[in-house]
Structures are given as structure tokens and as C-alpha cells.
């Protein structure tokens, strides 16, 4: 089973694990409090404390799912209200598939100049900086800043570095 990065967790908005605390709290109350109470053929206590746990757990997991595909969709530049009402109105869970099968690639910051970009861009669009490097010999990705290609071993200090500030 994959972990979850503890940046995709930090997504997730207050309004949703909030709201997702407070619907579980209030599914175990309603399943034992009321649900239950004069139902004859009732089952016993620890089965309808593991059915209202189970029924808060998938409402819980919902809400916070909604929560992360609102905030991850606004970081990707996606319209936000039409995948958050997507993911709701979609039945099945189906709204969530086609939102993770559909979705951009996170944007990425120029480190020269600040602004945000498609992650598919090679150059930023305000300065020209090289957001994707290759080197010029076999054409592999490197790292601004790489003196060598590891790959090479071309000397790349020429290529990668950053542009210097226009005095």
C-alpha cells in the first residue's frame, strides 16, 4: 500500500478535517443514539458500534477526499468548482477516478525569477530560464547547477547555470 507524502496530507483544508471529525462524531451518535434505539432485531452492541464506525469512516474519508481535490485542483491550475462538483455529483466514486486520471501536473516555480509555470514549459515564460536542462551532448536531464552530465561526463557549468543579473 503507497503512504501518502506528508505534503499531499498538508492539502488537505482545516474546513475539511473539521467538517470530517464532525461528521463522524455525529454518524457514531446517530447509529447508537438513534438509529438502533427501538429496532427489535438490532445487532448487539459492538455490531453497531463497528456498523456506525465503518459508516463514519467512508463519510469522513469522503469529505476529506472532497477537501484535497478542491485545494490540489486550485494548485494546478484546474477549475476548482467544476472538479470539486464532479467529485460530489459523480456517483460511485467514479468523480475521483476521472479527477486523478484527468489531472495536470503540479506547477512548477522559476527559481530565477519567482513565477509560477506549467510543469510542461522548458523555459519561464518571464525570463527564459531553463526549467527542464539537458545536456547539450546526449540530450539527458541535469540539474541547474550540475557542473557534469552524469551521464557523459560533458562539462555542462556553461549550459545550466543560472542568467546573471542585467547591472
Given amino acids: 500500500m503507497a503512504e501518502a507524502k506528508p505534503e499531499e496530507v498538508k492539502v488537505i483544508p482545516w474546513w475539511a478535517i473539521s467538517l470530517a471529525a464532525i461528521l463522524f462524531a455525529?454518524?457514531?451518535l446517530l447509529f447508537l443514539?438513534?438509529?438502533f434505539r427501538h429496532d427489535p432485531h438490532a445487532p448487539p452492541l459492538a455490531g453497531r458500534i463497528f456498523i456506525g464506525f465503518l459508516a463514519g469512516l467512508v463519510l469522513a474519508v469522503f469529505v476529506l477526499l472532497v477537501g484535497y481535490v478542491n485545494r490540489d485542483a486550485k494548485r494546478r491550475g484546474m477549475n476548482v468548482t467544476l472538479?470539486?462538483?464532479i467529485v460530489i455529483f459523480v456517483p460511485d466514486g467514479m468523480g475521483f477516478v476521472i479527477y486523478f486520471l484527468m489531472r495536470k501536473p503540479l506547477r512548477v516555480t522559476c527559481p530565477n525569477c519567482g513565477t509560477?509555470?506549467?510543469s510542461a514549459f522548458n523555459f519561464c515564460p518571464k525570463c527564459k530560464f531553463n526549467l527542464h536542462p539537458a545536456c547539450p551532448a546526449c540530450h539527458h536531464?541535469?540539474?541547474a547547477g550540475d557542473l557534469y552530465c552524469?551521464?557523459?561526463a560533458r562539462e555542462l557549468a556553461s549550459t545550466t547555470s543560472r542568467p546573471s543579473p542585467i547591472s
Fill in 26 to 28: 455525529g454518524v457514531q
Fill in 33 to 35: 443514539a438513534v438509529v
Fill in 83 to 85: 472538479w470539486t462538483l
Fill in 116 to 118: 509560477v509555470a506549467d
Fill in 141 to 143: 536531464p541535469v540539474q
Fill in 150 to 152: 552524469p551521464f557523459c
